[in-house]
């Protein structure tokens, strides 16, 4: 009778952990507006992206330029991200000649297709 009380209490204390990491994961999600250009570009760096980039280095500063970037795509080509570091790339904030050419080379519209 011991051993069967001593699983049951062991299940609890499972079910306890599982459920007190879950209110953050659903408090997280219950604000989440999906990234897309738009959200992105409307979005308060500090509150909304940073918390993103917890474990990055400089997030605050990060999560502002993403949300600079996603401003430049939207005023400067219309929402759409350029292929090309020629084609507009290093005119987003944020990005630098040598990741204007590693997004060169991933970012084409055919590869999505």
Known sequence: S?????????STTSSTTTTSSSPTHTTHNS?????????????NPITEIAPLLS???????KADQIVRAARDVLSKFGGKVPESAEGGLKEITGIGPKLAE???AVNRRESYL
């Open 2 to 10: 011991s051993s069967s009380s001593s699983s049951s209490s062991s």
């Open 31 to 43: 604000n989440y507006r999906g990234l897309t250009i738009h959200s992105l570009s409307t979005s």
């Open 55 to 61: 474990s990055v280095l400089f997030g605050n500063a």
């Open 102 to 104: 590693i997004l060169s």
